[in-house]
């Protein structure tokens, strides 16, 4: 969750804000010069809501407004047409989700969450407090691009354009352009068609610059880093049970888990998906080495019904199951560094009768979700892991890209990637969100523009079709408010 001193200070900072305001509003001797104040600098500040407005970047709006007007035309008829398509497959995304959702909540799985293309987001809870950076730049980044698409796509239209502002509401920042209305009124339906849709479509635009950014990555980065020779790890959590003298530390590099490869992240996820699921893989030890390491000792059963057979607390020692001669299920007590060292591994005993020496398939009797799994990351010694692979997983964090270079920070390729991955996400979501036709959302006035070309010979009536685009408002702004609040709910209540 988040941290109670982070909203304390975003709270006592809103309510500090807001009373210094409000007395200065209220002097009369400092009222008029403050107000000055405000205006000159383009603030305004009200609850939990900070905006800032702007002409300086009007120039720079207009040239890039005027600037080939016919390819600004191509573009923006295409984003017209995206915009509109994005305004319908809004409404059938919103849905499906909406469905999943009642799904989830009815089966008390949550397994299915991740399988959502859209998440409500909660800082603290599916959002890491470490990566709020990257959260809250990809948000302004998206908003930015978003508002630019509006500002050109107006000036080319020949619409007034004021202003160009940032605003920060509680912790989320965002930005907007001020149009001049009456300009915007007057124009065609098409016209307002291509401002109103030129924002999803530049969010659009950004997240397939993103994706080809994140594509592109290991060639961007090639002459610094090479990939495809394992998976460097990059830290490694305090109580992660791969930290530790015989564990894992920043700079290693893993190459493979068990006998499953690792030549990247995906790789190494990929191993522990596939390890977590299938049966413990087995070792195969000499009979005489099986002998010499065994320790006497009485096995009992476990809560599930498996067997423990070492009782002396050691954090060396697993209980060992094997097949004796009479094909009845044994017990043995062993170190388990000694016992598996230079060790292939096995499924049954054939897989050990290879070199004609007496030989047995030994398997690690844990826990039913905990498994055994050797870790190897070259010139260090394996690491020998007993617990639950998303432990690992969740607690170890690695980059596929290696540096060629000591000084090269392992972090850098990790930290585009990341960002890339959040600009991806929100800039896509921000465009779906957008056109969904809800209330006070660009969807509204791309659905007005759009019923006002398309349906005007069917419904001469204006008042009949604002009756219609009224009534799809209303069920837009219901379907999205109830993805919102289940969404928040599965979240939180999880």
């Not at 499924?347 to 190897?376: G, Y």
């Not at 998303?390 to 090269?408: D, G």
């Not at 990637?417 to 969100?433: D, P």
């Not at 702004?477 to 928040?488: C, D, K, P, Y």
């Amino acid at each position: 969750m988040i941290p109670m001193p982070v909203v304390v200070c975003v709270l006592g900072g809103w309510c500090a804000l807001y009373l210094a305001d409000t007395a200065l509003k209220s002097s009369s001797s400092l009222r008029a010069s403050y107000e000055d104040w405000l205006t000159y600098y383009g603030l305004t500040v009200s609850p939990f809501h900070m905006r800032w407005q702007t002409a300086l970047f009007n120039r720079l709006f207009y040239s890039w407004g005027r600037w080939k007007p016919r390819l600004l035309y191509l573009w923006f008829n295409m984003g017209m047409i995206f915009g509109i398509a994005a305004m319908f497959g809004s409404v059938i995304l919103l849905g499906k989700t909406l469905l999943q959702t009642l799904s989830q909540m009815l089966s008390e799985s949550p397994t299915g969450q991740n399988d959502q293309m859209l998440q409500v987001v909660v800082p603290g809870v599916n959002l890491p407090i470490s990566q709020l950076s990257y959260f809250f730049t990809a948000i302004l980044i998206s908003g930015v691009i978003h508002e630019v698409g509006h500002g050109v796509a107006a000036i080319r239209e020949q619409v007034r354009f004021n202003g160009f502002g940032i605003f920060i509401f509680i912790v989320y920042p965002g930005a907007f352009v001020d149009l001049f209305t009456t300009h915007l009124q007057l124009i065609s339906p098409v016209q307002q068609l291509r401002i109103f849709c030129a924002g999803v479509w530049h969010n659009f635009v950004l997240g397939v610059a993103g994706l080809v950014v994140l594509f592109l990555l290991p060639a961007i980065l090639f002459p610094l880093y090479y990939t495809n020779a394992g998976a460097l790890v990059t830290e490694v959590a305090e109580d992660s049970p791969a930290n530790g003298p015989r564990g894992l530390f920043v700079g290693d590099l893993v190459t493979s888990l068990q006998d499953c490869p690792v030549n990247s992240v995906e790789d190494w996820n990929s191993c522990l998906g596939k390890i977590s699921v299938k049966p413990q893989t087995g070792y195969c030890i000499k009979t005489s080495v099986l002998q010499q390491l065994s320790y006497p000792s009485r096995g009992f059963k476990r809560l599930d019904g498996t067997i423990e057979c070492c009782n002396n607390n050691s954090l060396t020692d697993v209980c060992f199951s094997y097949i004796n001669n009479l094909n009845s299920h044994q017990y043995a007590c062993l170190p388990a560094r000694k016992a598996i060292e230079a060790s292939q591994l096995c499924r049954t005993d054939v897989d050990c009768q290879k070199d004609f020496v007496p030989s047995l398939c030994v398997t690690p009797s844990l826990e039913n979700q905990t498994r055994f799994i050797r870790v190897k990351h070259p010139p260090q010694v394996d690491m020998l892991f007993v617990g639950h692979p998303l432990h690992l997983q969740y607690t170890v964090s690695l980059s596929s890209f290696v540096p060629r270079h000591n000084f090269l920070s392992v972090d850098l390729p990790v930290v585009v990637e990341t960002f890339c991955k959040y600009l991806i996400s929100l800039s896509g979501a921000l465009a779906v969100i957008n056109a969904v036709p809800c209330f006070a959302l660009d969807g509204q006035w791309i659905l007005n523009s759009f019923l006002e070309a398309t349906l005007n010979t069917l419904i001469v009536e204006k008042q009949n079709r604002e009756l219609v685009g009224f009534l799809i408002l209303l069920a837009g702004s219901t379907l999205l408010a109830a993805n919102v609040a289940l969404g928040l709910w599965v979240v939180t209540a999880r």
